[in-house]
């Protein structure tokens, strides 16, 4: 069983900056991918950036590419969105998300392509106004 815990988010102005962490606990040592999706109202959930744990490869969405950066401390298994120059288009509940196995570019783009249950923090809103 894995928990996944969020910290961060809140509101922010056009230009700003915030930091979204996730914490995992419980059975870690099977997860190997982990991201950050979100949620806009109205829009389907979309992937913003996942990493891998063991090599730390990346991938992001085009639509953050250069404002945002995911990194990850594996020893502790936590991971952080860094969001510089938020747009209001950002505006949306952000989920932490880990799973066992996955080829990050089409986890990015489906949730759905992954090995093993997903894993869901509990969400934090981010608000750019």
């Known amino acids: 069983h894995v928990q996944l815990v969020e910290s961060g988010g809140g509101l922010v102005q056009p230009g700003g900056s915030l930091n979204l962490s996730c914490a995992a606990t419980g059975k870690t040592n099977v997860l190997n991918c982990m991201g950050w999706f979100r949620q806009a109202p109205g829009k389907e959930r979309e992937g913003v950036a996942v990493i891998t744990r063991i090599h730390g490869g990346t991938e992001y969405a085009d639509s953050v590419k250069g404002r945002f950066i995911i990194s990850r401390d594996s020893s502790k298994m936590t991971w952080s969105l860094q969001m510089n120059n938020l747009k209001p288009e950002d505006t949306a509940m952000y989920y932490c998300?880990?799973?066992?196995?996955?080829?990050?570019?089409?986890?990015?783009?489906?949730?759905?392509?992954?090995?093993?249950?997903?894993?869901w923090g509990q969400g934090t809103q981010v608000t750019v106004s």
């Open positions: 998300a880990a799973v066992t196995g996955c080829s990050l570019t089409p986890w990015l783009r489906d949730p759905g392509n992954k090995s093993g249950p997903m894993n």
